[in-house]
């Protein structure tokens, strides 16, 4: 008897902590058979996946490469690590004795597909964070489906032009042929367009990056159709000021560029304009990792002042745009070019 009460107790004790212990096994043993069944499914998508990724082996190689230097960009990469040259106002005497002059014409490239992603642009700030997760899972499928299918293509390297992007140029391109409504607006239209009642020479040039030299050739498409031997000159030093992966070229070293997915969608001519009225000539490749903004500004000012033109008209980026204002107008400024990112399809004129 004594024995049976002493199993009985242990049983009475012992029985709700079984029962715990079982309850407390459920969500493993759920979580087990969930993750089961989720890899039972996927495992036909991994291997179709990894067939892809085999059978297109170039370009899977090439986006292995962009990955890396993108991780290695974002690490090592000091763009914005440059000390302000000394304020400009300084020499403001020695400019009125002797100088050289330039007009200069910055346009902002249109919204890019990262700027779709990662920038509320127009949209209302809690429209865009309603949107983020939605419009980055869209952003990741595109950059599966171009790996996927081979394409030498990215959502994020070297981001190309969006679908509204096209759209903004597009209004660009129609401001340029409309006629000006201010004798200031028509000397600048005059210039922009090469027009024969143009004061001045000009030339064309871009950025390496696609969204750039998308916004001329797309933006400037009438000028280009009139001046059938003009080409856009793409030089380096207008690469964007940023560690993130859109800044890095995936253009090889004086090769044509190849237009994205969305621009052979919208705008099929543009392939023809960018194989056969664009000078690669200067383009050397990606940015080195030891250079910064400052030295490509810089280089950009010598290259400018190089040319036998009296304009430069530069297709670019927002914020090599603003460094530059930040750097070489006087620092007592308050111009809203050295304080606020130009619009999309923007445009700023100087000398």
Same mark, same amino acid.
């Given at each position: 008897?004594?024995?049976?009460?002493?199993?009985?107790?242990?049983?009475? #004790?012992?029985?709700?902590? =079984?029962?715990?212990?079982?309850?407390?096994?459920?969500?493993?043993?759920?979580?087990?058979?969930? =993750?089961?069944?989720?890899?039972? $499914?996927?495992?036909?998508?991994?291997?179709?996946?990894?067939?892809?990724? +085999?059978?297109?082996?170039?370009?899977?190689?090439?986006?292995?490469?962009?990955?890396?230097?993108?991780? +290695?960009?974002?690490?090592?990469?000091?763009?914005?690590?440059?000390?302000?040259?000394?304020?400009?106002?300084?020499?403001?005497?020695?400019?009125?004795?002797?100088?050289?002059?330039?007009?200069?014409? #910055?346009?902002?490239? @249109?919204?890019?597909?990262?700027?779709?992603?990662?920038?509320? %642009?127009?949209?209302?700030?809690?429209?865009?964070?309603?949107?983020?997760?939605?419009? +980055?899972?869209?952003?990741? &499928?595109?950059?599966?489906?171009?790996?996927? &299918?081979?394409?030498?293509?990215?959502?994020?390297?070297?981001?190309?032009?969006?679908?509204?992007?096209?759209?903004?140029?597009?209004?660009?391109?129609?401001? +340029?042929?409309?006629?000006?409504?201010?004798?200031?607006?028509?000397?600048?239209?005059?210039?922009?367009?090469?027009?024969?009642?143009?004061?001045?020479?000009?030339?064309?040039?871009?950025?390496?990056?696609?969204?750039? $030299?998308?916004?001329?050739?797309? %933006?400037?498409?009438?000028?280009?159709?009139?001046?059938?031997?003009?080409?856009?000159?793409?030089?380096?030093?207008?690469?964007?000021?940023?560690? *993130?992966?859109?800044?890095? &070229?995936?253009?090889?070293?004086?090769?044509?560029?190849?237009?994205?997915?969305?621009?052979?969608?919208?705008?099929?001519?543009?392939?023809?304009?960018?194989?056969?009225?664009?000078?690669?000539?200067?383009?050397?490749?990606?940015?080195?990792? *030891?250079?910064?903004?400052?030295?490509?500004?810089?280089?950009?000012?010598? #290259?400018? #002042?190089?040319?036998?033109?009296?304009? !430069?008209?530069?297709?670019?980026?927002?914020?090599?745009?603003?460094?530059?204002?930040?750097?070489?107008?006087?620092?007592?400024?308050?111009?809203?070019?050295?304080?606020?990112?130009?619009?999309?399809? @923007? @445009? !700023? =004129?100087?000398?």
């Amino acid at each position: 008897n004594k024995h049976f009460h002493y199993e009985t107790i242990c049983l009475i #004790f012992l029985m709700p902590i =079984a029962i715990a212990g079982a309850i407390m096994a459920i969500p493993a043993l759920v979580s087990f058979y969930v =993750a089961w069944v989720i890899a039972m $499914l996927l495992r036909p998508f991994i291997v179709v996946g990894l067939g892809c990724c +085999l059978w297109n082996a170039p370009s899977t190689l090439l986006k292995l490469k962009l990955w890396a230097q993108g991780v +290695l960009y974002m690490v090592l990469c000091k763009d914005k690590g440059y000390k302000k040259p000394a304020d400009p106002a300084q020499f403001a005497e020695a400019f009125k004795k002797k100088s050289e002059k330039k007009t200069i014409i #910055f346009v902002r490239h @249109g919204e890019s597909c990262w700027n779709d992603t990662f920038n509320a %642009g127009e949209r209302k700030k809690a429209e865009f964070i309603k949107g983020f997760i939605p419009g +980055l899972i869209k952003s990741f &499928s595109y950059e599966m489906y171009l790996l996927l &299918s081979g394409q030498v293509d990215s959502w994020f390297y070297d981001s190309p032009l969006s679908h509204y992007g096209i759209e903004q140029i597009d209004k660009l391109a129609n401001f +340029l042929s409309k006629p000006g409504t201010s004798a200031e607006e028509t000397h600048y239209l005059n210039l922009l367009n090469n027009t024969k009642d143009s004061p001045m020479s000009s030339v064309l040039v871009s950025s390496n990056l696609r969204r750039a $030299l998308s916004t001329v050739c797309i %933006g400037f498409r009438s000028r280009l159709a009139e001046n059938p031997e003009e080409r856009v000159v793409v030089h380096p030093s207008l690469q964007e000021i940023s560690r *993130n992966p859109d800044t890095l &070229s995936i253009t090889p070293p004086h090769t044509p560029v190849t237009a994205s997915w969305i621009e052979k969608e919208l705008y099929p001519h543009i392939q023809p304009i960018l194989s056969s009225r664009v000078d690669m000539s200067y383009h050397t490749g990606n940015k080195p990792l *030891n250079t910064n903004g400052l030295k490509r500004m810089n280089a950009f000012c010598d #290259f400018a #002042f190089s040319l036998q033109e009296s304009a !430069v008209i530069c297709g670019g980026h927002s914020l090599w745009f603003r460094s530059f204002f930040q750097c070489f107008l006087p620092r007592s400024t308050t111009h809203t070019a050295a304080k606020k990112k130009m619009v999309n399809g @923007g @445009g !700023v =004129a100087f000398e």
